[in-house]
């Protein structure tokens, strides 16, 4: 989740009757009807928005100042796409996301914990380069014929006539009547002869080719490495420079996860993985890979080509379904504004889109090009932020909180049974906020499994906790960085108030508002067990 934002309303704005994105009557609706038939146009979203923004680094990002603005406007989460660029190019970037999270926790006063993820290439394919003689792209003409081959003769002189595809076993694993898609499903070709390295194909669908595009092959599973040796070159850099999050590509098995934890060693134990779900093998053991993966990002490109578009819907729909219910962290990717690369405005069917997405229950949103190379990276992001506010008020959370509980497991931990009396306790009070005082982030990650409709205030000393909390939906994470008090109950009271400060001056909880705090009833991981309802006292506006 994000920090409050310079867009953000505070509550003081409002009329004192006035409860933003609370939608109370739908919400307490008994009927799926009854909710959409309550849900209200005239109310207004709330002060915080609850779904997380993952947005691509690029050329359009490569300055500290950009970087601060999207940070301001709603960007948690930076994520390096190391399918592009040399390994110089991201070590830079991380400097530069590192300096300007520093700028911008200097200027609001306070540790912004801004995480930085990187997405590994993995099993992509891509092609070459086009050739000079040809200029930045050719022409591919539907019913024309055209070569692809692995012979690296061609790799920098990609042509009309031929293209090269640097995996070195790819003729040897493609039957004749396979499809084959390239650049992002814009040029569609169909296996016609077959030899050692080439295959002859007939262009079923045209258009302009340029250099190093992806290439991918519907319902074929390629006998390829978990991971290259490019791949383990970008995990040490990963580990040397101490990223938050690794995203794992074509996770298609537990045992991708199982590799990535080996490759990543002893030093690299705190960084989370991601599994990126983009293959129907992937959709099929699902389950497996989220047992041991810390969350998943569903990237709908290749997937949507894997199992074909218009089962895309239910995929998304059941993958999110099934991590919430794990309580898995899931993030959506590929295709959410897409048109913000060249415009300033997006289509309205991509901001139902996002709707829709934050409507299923993602945690976190992706963007990808948008901001990678597009021309507004900071309006994308705040777009973004104001569309999964707008969403978030129509979530029916009383029925998904009663079918969350129906879900868990008897008997349940202390920890789970202390959260899902916090959730109801917020519920009923109508509380502002829900403080988590955390060693570890697991209570704030429990919270966030019944969604709440408040904020969660996950609270904890550990910089990379923090950082990594932005994966759960619903959690602003904060950094308590001063001196630990001697006794444990004392320390917890004034983590309590720091929180309590910090969210007034935010100005999304009040003088008297209802506040919801749970903690451990000694220091350590593990012990959460106390639930309380607090009010927010006058001598926290300070």
């Not at 960007?75 to 300007?100: C, D, W, Y």
């Not at 074929?220 to 970008?234: A, E, G, L, R, S």
Request: net charge neutral.
């Amino acid at each position: 989740m994000v920090w409050p934002t310079a867009f953000d309303k505070k509550l003081d704005e409002f009329d004192a009757m006035e409860l933003p994105g609370q939608q109370l009557e739908a919400a307490q609706a008994h009927t799926p009807l009854d909710h959409v038939l309550h849900l209200d146009i005239k109310s207004p979203a709330a002060c915080q928005r609850q779904t997380a923004i993952m947005a691509t680094m690029g050329k359009s990002t490569y300055d500290v100042e950009v970087i601060e603005k999207m940070i301001a406007a709603g960007m948690n989460i930076a994520l390096l796409n190391l399918s592009f660029g040399p390994l110089e190019e991201h070590v830079e970037t991380i400097k530069l996301l590192r300096q300007a999270a520093k700028n911008y926790s200097a200027r609001i006063g306070k540790n912004y914990p801004l995480a930085i993820a990187a997405r590994l290439p993995g099993k992509k394919i891509r092609t070459g380069y086009i050739s000079d003689t040809y200029g930045d792209s050719v022409e591919l003409i539907a019913g024309e014929s055209v070569r692809l081959t692995t012979d690296e003769t061609y790799k920098e002189r990609c042509s009309t006539y031929t293209v090269y595809v640097d995996y070195m076993h790819f003729a040897e694993q493609i039957s004749k009547g396979d499809y084959i898609l390239i650049d992002n499903e814009s040029l569609l070709l169909k296996v016609e002869i077959i030899s050692s390295t080439t295959l002859t194909c007939v262009i079923e669908r045209g258009g302009h080719l340029g250099s190093f595009k992806d290439v991918f092959v519907p319902n074929v599973t390629f006998d390829m490495p978990n991971y290259t040796d490019t791949d383990k070159v970008f995990i040490d850099m990963a580990v040397r420079h101490q990223l938050d999050i690794l995203v794992a590509s074509f996770v298609n098995s537990s045992n991708g996860i199982t590799e990535l934890r080996y490759l990543m060693g002893e030093k690299g134990k705190k960084i989370a993985i991601v599994a990126n779900i983009q293959t129907i093998e992937g959709f099929r053991n699902f389950d497996d890979i989220m047992s041991i993966a810390n969350g998943i990002m569903i990237t709908r490109q290749e997937l949507g080509s894997d199992i074909t578009p218009k089962k895309l819907v239910i995929a998304q729909k059941n993958m999110i379904a099934r991590a919430n219910k794990a309580n898995v962290p899931v993030c959506v990717s590929a295709h959410l504004l897409s048109s913000m690369r060249y415009n300033e405005i997006p289509l309205r069917a991509e901001l139902l889109d996002v709707a829709n997405s934050v409507l299923d229950g993602a945690d976190v949103l992706v963007l990808s090009a948008e901001t990678a190379i597009g021309r507004y990276p900071i309006t994308t992001v705040q777009c973004m932020a104001t569309a999964c506010k707008e969403a978030e008020a129509c979530v029916w959370t009383k029925q998904l909180f009663s079918d969350l509980i129906d879900k868990t497991p008897l008997p349940c931990d202390q920890t789970t049974g202390t959260a899902i009396a916090a959730v109801m306790a917020a519920q009923r009070s109508m509380a502002a906020a829900i403080i988590a005082v955390t060693t570890s982030g697991k209570s704030a990650h429990v919270l966030s499994k019944y969604k709440p409709r408040c904020p969660i205030i996950g609270v904890t000393r550990y910089s990379i906790i923090a950082k990594q909390l932005h994966l759960w939906r619903g959690v602003i994470p904060l950094v308590y960085e001063a001196e630990p008090a001697m006794d444990w109950q004392t320390d917890v009271n004034n983590r309590v108030s720091f929180c309590i400060f910090w969210a007034m001056e935010q100005g999304f909880v009040r003088i008297g508002d209802p506040l919801v705090v749970i903690s451990g009833w000694r220091q350590g991981s593990g012990f959460t067990n106390t639930m309380r309802i607090i009010y927010a006292p006058a001598d926290s506006a300070r």
